[in-house]
């Protein structure tokens, strides 16, 4: 049965102009998405700060500044765009984007903007001619593990943000409550989570798809299996000063409260890839 | 009438598709609940892609995509964006047993050999770099370099 969700936009052969929830604000959209979703939690109530739609997109392109990307783009404070989740969902084309960075800047100044770009155009085309990488390891895992070593579902800790590791309990509070988290940050969260809980990359992926509002099986699968080292030559891990170069003043970054990340990188390997020689 | 099909991947009213279906082609929304609890989206998920929908402020409708796109366009043209989603993918192949399906791929930022090596992020750059460092401007329809030098508004 075809239910209409807005019957007037529907039988008005009129343009339709202006958007009743528009009016009411954001609220009336919650109300609605929650009317709409009849299986979701009630517990499940956060909203992330991006807004949908055009607007949105035009508000972050606005703000784009390809030459402080380039010289800042890996530190969690850095210029970094937000503009993932609209670019995910085609609310606005990556040429679009890339012509709007060329006109700021140089080519040469835009180029680690564009080569960011780049990454999605990269993880789509592998998407469109391998779907079946999404899901499954693209390769063996380089860490001395095999894929039985690893847990099937995240744990309960995880999943709710009480690790007890600092800084990895504020990157879930962010993911869980903006759908949002910085580059680096996602790769410390899935670091943490496929090398230091020897959790399989496919929970993480599915547990970030569910909350990114960017969420998107090419660009976020395969980064997690470039973590993972089943889709590149190494395991992707770090220490606690990495995360504290990175990092502004609201990450804790202390070392009381994220001991299993201190130590040497050599430290770290040896603990985390027992089954491997010692390479750094 | 025609109509098109705006999904998930693709909420836009500049994308070729609209270019390819006409003018008088109807872009129609589906709003799939049943997908999203299959993929477990969140609250938040649901609510920027609802703003995103809304904000085309073309139709939306709520269900099955196949179910509303067959009893909307009964045997019509259909046009889509394509996307490599083998869940649209699978919609797109059921109606087009029963209908013309047209599917208009989304511009890509690169033009690189068909054989280019993949395996790598880098390979890939190497080879797509040129291409995706000059503006659309730059470029004609096909996506090749058409000039040069630089250009500035
Ligand atoms: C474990 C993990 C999961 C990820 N999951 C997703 C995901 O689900 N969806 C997603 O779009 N990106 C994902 N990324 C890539 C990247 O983290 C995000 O695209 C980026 O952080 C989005 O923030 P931004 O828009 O501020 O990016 P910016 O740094 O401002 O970059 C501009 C745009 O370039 C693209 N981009 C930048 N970096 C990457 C990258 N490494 N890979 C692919 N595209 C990139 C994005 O479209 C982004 O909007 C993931 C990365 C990791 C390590």
């Known amino acids: 049965m075809v239910n209409l969700l807005d019957k007037q936009r529907v039988e008005s052969t009129q343009p339709f102009t202006v958007a009743l929830l528009e009016q009411s604000g954001r609220e009336a959209v919650f109300k609605r998405v929650r009317e709409l979703s009849p299986n979701l939690p009630a517990s499940d109530r956060a909203v992330g700060e991006l807004k949908g739609g055009r607007g949105g997109a035009e508000q972050c392109l606005d703000a784009i500044d390809p030459v402080k990307y380039g010289s800042s783009r890996n530190h969690l404070d850095g210029a970094v765009t937000q503009l993932s989740p609209y670019i995910r969902h085609g609310v606005i084309s990556m040429g679009e984007v890339r012509d709007r960075a060329l006109k700021l800047s140089t080519p040469k100044q835009a180029e680690k903007f564009i080569q960011q770009l780049l990454w999605r155009e990269y993880w789509q085309r592998i998407y469109t001619a391998h779907p079946e990488r999404i899901w499954q390891d693209v390769e063996a895992y380089k860490t001395g593990f095999s894929p039985e070593d690893y847990a099937d579902n995240l744990p309960r800790d995880i999943l709710e943000g009480r690790t007890g590791v600092g800084c990895i309990d504020g990157f879930i509070a962010q993911l869980l409550g903006t759908g949002y988290l910085h580059n680096h940050a996602r790769l410390y969260l899935a670091g943490y989570i496929c090398h230091w809980r020897r959790v399989k990359w496919q929970a993480g992926a599915q547990w970030f798809l569910a909350h990114l509002l960017d969420g998107d099986p090419a660009s976020n699968n395969l980064s997690w299996q470039w973590v993972a080292s089943t889709f590149s030559h190494k395991p992707y891990y770090f220490n606690l000063e990495n995360v504290d170069k990175f990092s502004g003043f609201n990450v804790d970054t202390r070392p009381e409260t994220n001991a299993p990340l201190a130590g040497s990188y050599e430290t770290l390997f040896a603990r985390l890839f027992p089954n491997l020689e010692p390479s750094r | ?153």
């Open chain 2, 1 to 153: 009438m025609s109509y098109i099909w705006v999904h998930e991947d693709a909420m836009r009213l500049d994308h070729p598709v609209f270019q390819a279906a006409g003018g008088s082609a109807q872009p129609v929304f589906i709003w799939d609940t049943q997908e999203h609890d299959k993929r477990g989206y969140s609250f938040k998920r649901r609510v920027f892609i609802y703003e995103s929908a809304q904000a085309l402020n073309i139709p939306i409708y709520a269900g099955e995509p196949h179910e509303v796109l067959s009893a909307l366009s009964d045997g019509s043209v259909l046009y889509a964006a394509d996307t490599p989603d083998p869940y649209i993918q699978q919609i797109l192949a059921e109606l087009g047993r029963y209908q013309d399906v047209v599917k208009i791929g989304t511009e890509d930022l690169s033009h690189i050999p068909a054989n280019a090596d993949m395996g790598r992020f880098f390979r890939f750059w190497n080879k797509a770099k040129k291409s995706a460092l000059t503006a659309s401007w730059e470029k004609d329809e096909a996506g090749h370099i058409i000039r040069t030098e630089r250009h500035r508004s």
